[in-house]
C-alpha cells in the first residue's frame, strides 16, 4: 500500500532510516527531490530529502534525526504501518555544469542524508571522479560510511571529539583538501546552516564553485505560502520549488539562521510542554 | 424592513474563530423572502444564473427542501456561495428594492437547513475518464457536472485538503470547515473520486494523465503570492498573506500546541492591501490578540474586499490607514522587523475603472510594527506544465484557453483562478461549469 513503512532501521543515535512504498514518487524522482509528510491529523508538514530509490521495489528512502515533536513522532510509527501524508517529489533535480570532473563532497551530522542523495548521483550513477568528507559529533551520530565506501574509498572522516577519524570540523579537512588538492572543480555541501555557511567562505576562498543542499523551514512545498524564502543574489527565492540546492556564493546565510530560529521559543514550549509530560 | 442576519457581537467573536455571521433563523428567512416582488432581473447578476424568484418563493412557501432543489439544479455549493460570494456587485446589485434583498443570506439560510440531501450515485454511463487538477471551488464544479452526466472523475490535489483557497484561505469565522467539508462528501456520495498528496507536474505528469484520460480540466487556481520586492522583505515577522493565513486555515496554528504548527505572534500588526485577502489577515491577527492596522494604497472605496466584511473588519477594531504605500522595511540587529517606511500617496482622478488612481508624495512616514503582512495578489503557478510540453500561458501566468475553455493543449480545459487570475469562488464556478458542458458535448457521447 502507498504510504507504507517496508523497512525501519535505527542508524544511528537519534537517527532512523525508513524505506516507504509510493511507486509515482519512485518513478518521478530526481536526485536532489525531496518529500513533505504529515504524521497525525495534528501534525506539521515536515520536509525530508529522498535519499535513495530503488525502482524495481517502488520504495524510497528517508533518513531522520529526531530533534522536535514531528520528527519523534515519525520515529514511533512501525514497519508496515501507513505515513498519513506523503507528497513528492518536491524540488529541482540537483545539476551541475558538464564540464566539471571532480566533486568534492562534505557532510555534516544529519546533513550526510541530503548529500548521499548526491554522492550516488554523481559518483555511482554518472561515475564521475570525486571524494567525501564526512562530519559528525562523535562517532555513534555518524551515518551512511558503509554505503559510501562502497561507492568511493576516498572518505575522510572527522569527529568534534575524536572518536572516529580525526578530531576537529569538515570545515578543517575541506580547507586541507582545497589546499592540497588541485583537481577538484566543484564543492557540494550539505549540513547544518552555519557549517555551510562556512564551507562556502573556504570554497569562495579557494575560488571553487560550490553548491548547497538548504533547509529552511517549510509549509506547502509548492510555492504557495512563500514561508521557504531566501535571499539569493539579492533576490527573493523560494526553497521549495527554486531549490533546495543552490548556488552556494548567492546565499545570504547570515539572514537564512535568522529564519530558521524564527519559531525557536514555540519549539521550545512544546519541548518543556513534553518534558513535563 | 429588510431582515439582517445577526451577527455575533465584536466583543465575544475576537476571542475565537468561529463563524461571525448567525444566519437566519425560519421566522426571519420567510420574511425576508416575502419582500421579493419575483421580479427576476437578479438572475443576470449570478454567474451560475440559479433561478432566485423561483427558490425564494418555495421560502415563502416555507418549502424549504423545493427551494433548496432548485438552487443545487445549478450550484452545488450553495452553503460556500451564501457565504463568500460579493452578492452585493452580483445579484442583490440588480435588485428593484431600494434595500436589496438578502440573497445571499437566504441561499445560506437553506444551506445551512441541512435537509438530507438525496443526490444519490451517479455510475459512470459512458465510459469516459476526466482528470480533474486542483480540488477548489472550479475544480469541485466541474467534478459535479462531469459526474452528473455520467463520466467517471478523479480530482488531483496538491494539499492534503481538498477545498483549495476555501480551506487554506478564507477563515472558519467567515466559512467553517464543516460547510466545504459536508459539500465534499456530497462530491464523494455521488461517486467522484479524490487524490489528494498529488502534484500534477512531480507526482504525476500531465502528460501521463492524458494517457489514461480522456479529458483534463486544470483547475489549479492562482497560488503564487505576488510581494512588494522592497528593501528588509524578508526580516522576521514578514508574512506573505498566504502563509499566516495557511498555518492558521490548513493546520490550525491557533490551536497550538495542540496542534502542531506554530504561528508566529506580535503586539503589533501592519497588513498591506486592500482585498479580501488583507482583511482576512488582519482579521486573523485580530484573533492572535493583536492591534491590527490595515494600510492601502488608495481610499477605503477602492479597496476590492466586500464591503460587509471591511466593516466587521472595522467592528473588530482593526484600523485601516488609506494612501499609504510600503517603500522599506527595517529590521533590528536580530533580524525582526522594527518598523515600516511609507510613502504617502495623493490622489490625481479616476481611473477607467472608476478607482482613484493615485501617485506618491514627497512625504513619508514611519510606522514601527512586529509583524507584517503583505497582502497584494496572487498569480497562478505553473508547476502544472512542468516535465510536459504545449500549454500556453499569458505573462501574468494566466493559462491561454479558447472560447471553450480549452487551453492550447488537446483534450486539456481550464477553469477558475488559473486562467482569470485571482478573481471569486462564483466566477471560477461559472467557467468550471462552462468548460463542463464544453466536454460534454466535445466528449460526452
Ligand atoms: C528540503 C529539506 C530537506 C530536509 N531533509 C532532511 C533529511 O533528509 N533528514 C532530516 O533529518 N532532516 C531534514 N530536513 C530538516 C527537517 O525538515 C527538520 O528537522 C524537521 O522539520 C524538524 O521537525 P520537528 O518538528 O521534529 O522539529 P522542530 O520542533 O520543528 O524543530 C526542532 C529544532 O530544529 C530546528 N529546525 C526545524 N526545522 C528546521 C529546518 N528545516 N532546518 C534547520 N533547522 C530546523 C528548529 O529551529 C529547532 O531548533 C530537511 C529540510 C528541508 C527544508
Ligand atoms: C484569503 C482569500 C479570501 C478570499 N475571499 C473571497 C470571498 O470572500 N469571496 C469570493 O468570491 N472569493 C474570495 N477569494 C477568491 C476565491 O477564493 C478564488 O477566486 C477561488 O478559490 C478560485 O477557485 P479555483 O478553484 O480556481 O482555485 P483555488 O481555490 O485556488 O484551488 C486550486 C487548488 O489547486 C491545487 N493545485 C494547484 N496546483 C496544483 C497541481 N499542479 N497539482 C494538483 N493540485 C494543484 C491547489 O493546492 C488548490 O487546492 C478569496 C481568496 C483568498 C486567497
Ligand atoms: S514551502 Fe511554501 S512556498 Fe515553499
Redesign the pocket.
Known amino acids: 500500500m502507498r504510504n507504507q513503512i517496508v523497512k525501519k532501521e535505527k542508524i544511528a543515535s537519534k537517527t532512523y532510516s525508513f524505506w516507504i512504498y509510493h511507486p509515482e514518487i519512485v518513478s518521478h524522482y530526481k536526485p536532489g527531490q525531496?518529500i513533505i509528510l504529515r504524521v497525525t491529523e495534528k501534525g506539521?508538514r515536515?520536509?525530508?530529502?529522498i535519499?535513495e530509490v530503488d525502482r524495481e521495489k517502488e520504495i524510497f528512502r528517508?533518513?531522520?534525526?529526531?530533534?522536535?515533536?514531528?520528527?519523534?513522532l515519525l520515529s514511533k510509527i512501525d514497519e508496515n504501518e501507513m505515513i498519513l501524508d506523503i507528497l513528492g517529489p518536491l524540488?529541482n533535480e540537483v545539476r551541475i555544469n558538464k564540464d566539471v570532473a571532480n566533486i568534492l563532497f562534505v557532510g555534516g551530522g544529519?546533513g550526510i542524508?541530503?548529500l548521499f542523495s548526491k554522492i550516488k548521483e554523481f559518483l555511482k550513477e554518472k561515475k564521475l571522479k570525486g571524494s567525501v568528507i564526512l562530519g559528525a559529533r562523535s562517532s555513534e551520530n555518524l551515518i551512511l560510511e558503509n554505503e559510501i565506501l562502497e561507492i568511493t574509498r576516498n572518505i575522510y572522516i572527522t569527529t568534534d571529539d575524536g572518536s572516529k577519524g580525526k578530531k576537529g570540523f569538515v570545515t578543517d579537512a575541506l580547507r586541507d583538501l582545497l589546499n592540497t588538492n588541485e583537481d577538484i572543480d566543484l564543492v557540494i555541501s550539505a549540513g547544518p546552516?552555519k557549517m555551510m555557511k562556512k564551507t562556502v567562505e573556504i570554497a569562495k576562498k579557494n575560488k571553487i564553485d560550490i553548491l548547497v543542499s538548504?533547509?529552511?523551514?517549510?509549509i506547502d512545498g509548492t510555492g504557495m505560502c512563500g514561508g521557504?524564502r531566501i535571499e539569493y543574489d539579492n533576490k527573493t527565492r523560494f526553497?521549495c520549488v527554486d531549490g533546495?540546492v543552490f548556488d552556494g556564493y548567492k546565499v545570504n546565510f547570515q539572514q537564512l539562521i535568522k529564519r530558521?530560529?524564527q519559531?525557536?521559543s514555540h519549539?521550545c514550549k512544546?519541548k518543556n510542554l513534553e518534558d513535563n509530560l | 424592513m429588510a431582515v439582517n442576519p445577526k451577527d455575533r457581537p465584536s466583543e465575544e467573536r475576537i476571542n475565537d474563530f468561529d463563524e461571525v455571521n448567525l444566519g437566519y433563523t425560519d421566522e426571519e428567512a420567510v420574511k425576508e423572502a416575502q419582500r421579493c416582488k419575483e421580479c427576476g432581473v437578479c438572475i443576470k447578476g449570478c454567474p451560475v444564473r440559479i433561478n432566485i424568484p423561483a427558490f425564494i418563493s418555495q421560502i415563502k412557501k416555507k418549502n424549504f427542501k423545493r427551494a433548496l432543489s432548485i438552487i443545487e439544479k445549478d450550484n452545488i455549493l450553495p452553503g460556500i456561495c451564501g457565504r463568500v460570494c460579493p452578492q452585493e456587485n452580483q445579484c442583490e446589485a440588480r435588485c428593484i428594492m431600494d434595500n436589496p434583498i438578502n440573497i445571499g443570506a437566504l441561499e445560506r439560510f437553506l444551506a445551512d437547513k441541512k435537509v438530507p440531501k438525496d443526490i444519490g450515485i451517479y455510475p459512470s454511463k459512458n465510459n469516459k475518464k476526466i482528470a480533474i487538477v486542483g480540488s477548489g471551488p472550479a475544480g469541485l464544479t466541474s467534478a459535479f457536472e462531469l459526474k452528473k452526466s455520467g463520466f467517471e472523475v478523479v480530482v488531483y490535489e496538491a494539499l492534503h485538503k481538498l477545498g483549495g483557497v476555501l480551506r487554506y484561505g478564507i477563515p472558519n469565522f467567515r466559512l467553517p470547515d464543516e460547510i466545504i467539508d459536508e459539500e465534499i462528501e456530497q462530491l464523494k456520495k455521488m461517486g467522484v473520486q479524490f487524490r489528494t498528496n498529488f502534484l500534477i507536474g512531480k507526482t504525476l505528469y500531465l502528460d501521463e494523465l492524458l494517457d489514461k484520460f480522456d479529458g483534463i480540466v486544470i483547475a489549479t487556481g492562482a497560488g503564487l503570492p505576488r510581494y512588494l520586492k522592497i528593501p528588509g522583505e524578508n526580516s522576521i515577522g514578514v508574512f506573505f498573506a498566504n502563509e499566516f493565513l495557511t498555518r492558521i486555515n490548513l493546520m490550525k496554528a491557533y490551536k497550538f500546541p495542540e496542534y502542531?504548527t506554530p504561528i508566529y505572534k506580535g503586539k503589533k500588526v501592519v497588513v498591506i492591501g486592500g482585498g479580501n485577502v488583507a482583511i482576512d489577515a488582519a482579521r486573523v491577527a485580530r484573533r492572535l490578540k493583536s492591534e491590527v492596522m490595515i494600510c492601502y494604497r488608495r481610499l477605503e472605496e477602492d479597496m476590492p474586499a466586500r464591503n460587509e466584511e471591511i466593516q466587521h473588519a472595522k467592528e473588530e477594531g482593526i484600523e485601516i490607514k488609506t494612501l499609504l504605500n510600503p517603500k522599506k522595511i527595517i529590521s533590528k540587529d536580530d533580524g525582526k522587523i522594527k518598523k515600516v517606511k511609507f510613502v504617502k500617496m495623493k490622489t490625481v482622478g479616476k481611473q477607467q475603472d472608476g478607482r482613484n488612481a493615485v501617485v506618491e508624495t514627497e512625504e513619508y512616514i514611519d510606522i514601527e510594527t512586529d509583524i507584517f503582512i503583505e497582502a497584494i495578489g496572487q498569480i497562478p503557478n505553473k508547476i502544472i506544465q512542468q516535465n510536459s510540453k504545449g500549454l500556453e500561458f499569458d505573462s501574468w501566468n494566466s493559462l491561454k484557453i479558447d472560447e471553450n475553455m480549452e487551453t492550447t493543449k488537446n483534450n486539456v480545459w481550464a477553469a477558475g483562478d488559473v486562467v482569470s487570475g485571482a478573481a471569486t469562488v462564483i466566477k471560477a464556478m461559472g467557467e468550471a461549469k462552462k468548460a463542463a458542458e464544453k466536454i460534454i458535448k466535445e466528449i460526452g457521447g
Open positions: 525531496f506539521e515536515i520536509p525530508l530529502t535519499v528517508i533518513i531522520f534525526q529526531v530533534v522536535g515533536k514531528s520528527t519523534r524540488g544529519i542524508a541530503p546552516v538548504l533547509n529552511t523551514l517549510m521557504c526553497t533546495p530558521n530560529n519559531y525557536h519549539e512544546i | 502542531h
